[in-house]
């Protein structure tokens, strides 16, 4: 029977919720609450957003004992170093990296081609790889990406050393047939995938985001991530 781990995001993308904020003692008080519920991977923030954000996670990573401590990195040398900086103390640091694929986000938001996002994708995975062993990448808005593109940009994230890909429904745009498909679609496409994590990240503005990760998991995902209570931006994440 496959292990299912849980990769629990309150600290990032729950916190981005209105009125979740919290202060460095409480972010530390979380965690230490979801080491000891036994949760497998604590996002502890994205460290390079702002300096307190990197202080919670540098702080988070000391303290927690048993759980992988990851800080989101976006697909930049600059994010990567500061999220090593701070995770870099963890009994079990993890380095979470991500860019987008959907043709959508790649027009409008980075401007980037689709041969220059999987450039970006070699080389700073890669470069995360370099000094932390357990690496994570996301493509963010899979759920919208054209597939045979998001199977490029996941074989290429797996030969440049990613141990867990991520698949995100960032819009809450996917009903659960939708992911189960998606999934089974990768598992079936993607070279060296059966060596890697596959996560699932969903969002609750369908009201699907609990639904969605689990017929993910149906159909072979291994991590599933999620927030207390299903905090989150918007209408919140898959709840713990």
């Not at 990851?70 to 600059?78: D, G, I, N, Q």
């Not at 054209?146 to 074989?155: I, K, Y």
């Not at 890909?165 to 992911?179: F, H, K, L, R, S």
Request: proline share 2%; hydrophobic share 40%.
């Amino acid at each position: 029977m496959k292990q299912i781990r849980i990769f629990d995001t309150t600290l990032r993308d729950g916190e981005q919720s209105p009125g979740c904020s919290m202060n460095l003692a409480e972010k530390q008080e979380m965690a230490e609450a979801l080491d000891k519920l036994g949760v497998d991977i604590i996002e502890a923030g994205f460290a390079i957003s702002s300096p307190d954000d990197f202080q919670s996670v540098k702080a988070i990573a000391k303290v927690v004992k048993n759980a992988t401590v990851a800080s989101l990195a976006r697909c930049t040398k600059e994010d990567i170093d500061r999220a090593w900086e701070a995770v870099q103390y963890a009994a079990h640091p993890r380095i979470h990296v991500f860019i987008a694929t959907s043709d959508i986000h790649l027009k409008h938001k980075l401007k980037m081609t689709r041969t220059q996002v999987l450039k970006r994708i070699k080389e700073m995975v890669s470069y995360a790889k370099a000094k932390c062993a357990d690496i994570e990448f996301s493509a963010e808005d899979a759920s919208r990406s054209d597939r045979p593109f998001l199977v490029n940009a996941f074989e290429t994230a797996i030969d440049a050393g990613a141990t867990t890909i991520n698949v995100p429904d960032t819009v809450g745009y996917a009903m659960p047939q939708e992911m189960e498909d998606l999934i089974r679609y990768l598992k079936t496409n993607v070279k060296g995938i059966e060596k890697v994590d596959i996560s699932v990240h969903c969002h609750n503005d369908l009201g699907q985001a609990v639904a969605c990760t689990l017929a993910s998991i149906a159909a072979g995902a291994t991590q599933a991530e999620c927030t207390i209570n299903g905090i989150g931006e918007r209408a919140g994440n898959a709840s713990l």
